[in-house]
């Protein structure tokens, strides 16, 4: 296994898209940001230097980080941001992950241009589980707002209500020949024909899952989020914020023609959204191109949820001794149930109070509203046993409480409790959560929940309300998929699994960041092993002060 050392220089420069510059937050003046490679077991050496003007944290999308909490990256979570001016050594520690992950900004919502992809090949002597492909590509889906993203984000707190939707979707950091002033610059992947090519297809965007298509071209299934899956065969994919998909494709169609790749919303909800698609060019290299346009992709209508969960539905694990070992918890330490709710609180003075009959929009999880903290990290304030920083008394909630998924809840659950609440897990327990998304208020979505520092098997899902008698009998316990982003369904549940494992503070979250700006997030603490090799690393030097 090899150490790799990097250097991250967040700076701000100059962008032109839709016609008009901004200054955007960049890695190396990168967009999409640099891509990193290493092999399964390698350790990556992250020098991030912020040369910005605004606080930042970098965070390793999909790493476990074994016993290395510190590294994580979500501010206030498990690090204090790195200062405008300061630098941060992160270490990734690659240890299961073999696939595609990516790494983000996780502070504010600095990822919409602070993002790049993470690839980590099988380790040497080894191979995928799938012919070698002829060549590889990131594909990094995204959103482009012609507005500065701190100001976005600023209105959006203020506003109460939901954010401005983006102007554009993008591929590779390019919206494509649908939008003005974008032609010439749409991404372009060349193809020699008869080749097969693995393409690692990642969803950065901060608010909507998407459909995604190659118009004339199948699509083979074979990883996501960094664990290889049983191969499979589809037109489309769907993929979540924070998710990664990826698949193979053969150049097997006719050379003379071009082909549109593209990708566009699914949404359940009845907000407005950013309804445009998003194109890249698929060129077969030898070939000139025809004059008759691209061949479009089919992509589902927005609101088509059976084409949405019916995709993430057929992850399959690779239950192969080599590439993925299946070792889902059967017996259960500790079972959760958390509900998944968009709430309101009350207006408070000097804001516009936008959400719905003038109250500001909330999000909740057991109708806890999570409080980030501002002063110190949990991570910090645990190790050094800083008191006032959080409380470990994150809520149960009886399954069998509420029809969840009815229209006519009891209005006390609109309003849910601001708190700064873990769940403390004992080390190598085997925890089971079901995820019940809720029709509180706001109204219904889905969700794609995001847990730090673990992979969760999937073990079954549904709409409508969980039944802990009946739904049980059909989890798949033989080979779900191991991911560390799932789609919650609307109006519906999603049961995973995993071994607490890996001793730290460990954040969980939407990966839809105005539903985790509004709270729907929470964080658990997973206690020391009895082992020194079962306890949490000493902390890195150069940690940024709080
Ligand atoms: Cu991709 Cu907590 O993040
Ligand atoms: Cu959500």
Redesign the pocket.
């Known amino acids: 296994a090899l150490v790799h050392r990097r250097t991250f220089v967040v700076k701000e420069v100059p962008y032109t898209r839709l016609c008009s510059t901004k200054n955007i937050l960049t890695v190396n003046g990168q967009f999409p940001g640099p891509t990193l490679y290493a092999r399964k077991g390698d350790t990556i050496i992250v020098d991030v230097h912020n040369k910005g003007n605004q606080n930042i944290t970098i965070?390793w999308?999909?790493v476990k980080q074994p016993r290395n909490p510190w590294s994580d990256?979500?501010e206030y979570i498990t690090q204090c941001p790195i200062q405008p001016g300061a630098k941060f050594s992160q270490k990734i520690i690659l240890s299961t992950e073999e696939g595609t992950l990516?790494w983000?900004a996780?502070s504010e919502w600095d990822?919409a241009t602070v993002c790049g992809a993470l690839v980590i090949y099988p380790k040497k002597g080894t191979n995928y589980p799938f012919s070698k492909p002829h060549a590889e590509f990131p594909l990094i889906l995204g959103e482009w707002w012609k507005e500065d993203i701190e100001e976005l984000y600023t209105e959006f707190l203020k506003s109460g209500g939901d954010p401005n939707i983006s102007d554009a979707l993008t591929i590779n950091g390019q919206p494509g020949d649908l939008y003005p002033c974008s032609k010439p610059d749409t991404f372009k992947l060349m193809v020699e024909h008869s080749k097969t090519y693995l393409l690692r297809l990642i969803n950065s965007g901060l608010q909507d899952i998407l459909f995604f298509s190659i118009a004339n071209h199948s699509l083979t299934i074979v990883g996501s989020d960094a664990s290889y899956t049983k191969p499979f065969v589809t037109n489309y994919i769907a993929i979540s914020?924070?998710q990664t998909i990826d698949f193979l494709l053969t150049a097997d169609q006719d050379p003379h023609h071009h082909y549109y790749m593209g990708a566009k919303v699914y949404t359940a909800t009845s907000n407005p959204f950013d309804n445009t698609t998003t194109t890249a060019l698929l060129h077969y290299g030898d070939f000139t191109p025809s004059n008759s346009p691209p061949f479009s992709p089919y992509l589902a209508p927005y609101n088509d949820t059976n084409s949405s969960v019916s995709f993430t539905g057929r992850l399959r694990s690779l239950a192969d001794k080599i590439h993925s070992v299946v070792d889902v918890p059967l017996n259960i330490n500790d079972r959760l149930f958390f509900t998944l709710s968009i709430n309101t609180f009350p207006c408070r003075q000097n804001d516009s109070c936008q959400g719905p009959n003038g109250s500001r929009l909330a999000a909740s999880v057991n109708n806890v509203s999570f409080v980030t903290p501002t002063v110190n990290s949990i991570l910090q304030a645990y190790y050094y046993h800083a008191n006032g920083v959080f409380g470990d008394r994150f809520p149960d909630f009886p399954e069998t409480l509420f029809d969840f998924t009815a229209t006519d809840l009891p209005l006390y659950l609109e309003t849910p409790k601001s708190r700064t609440e873990v769940k403390v897990l004992e080390y190598n327990s085997t925890v089971e959560i079901v995820f019940q998304g809720t029709n509180v208020t706001a109204g219904a979505a889905d969700h794609p929940m995001?847990l730090?520092g673990f992979s969760f098997y999937v073990v079954g899902w549904g709409f409508g309300n969980f039944d802990k008698d009946k739904d049980p009998l059909n989890y798949n316990l033989v080979d779900p998929p191991l991911q560390n982003?799932i789609a919650v369904p609307v109006n519906g549940w999603t049961t995973v699994r995993f071994k607490a494992d890996n001793p730290g503070v460990w954040?969980m979250?939407c990966?839809v960041d105005r539903h985790?700006s509004w709270g729907m997030t929470m964080a658990f603490i997973v206690k020391n092993g009895k082992f020194p090799n079962a306890q949490i690393l000493p902390p890195p030097p150069d940690m940024p002060p709080c």
């Open positions: 965070h999308h999909g990256g979500p990516w983000h996780h990822r914020p924070g995001h730090h982003t954040f979250h990966h985790m």
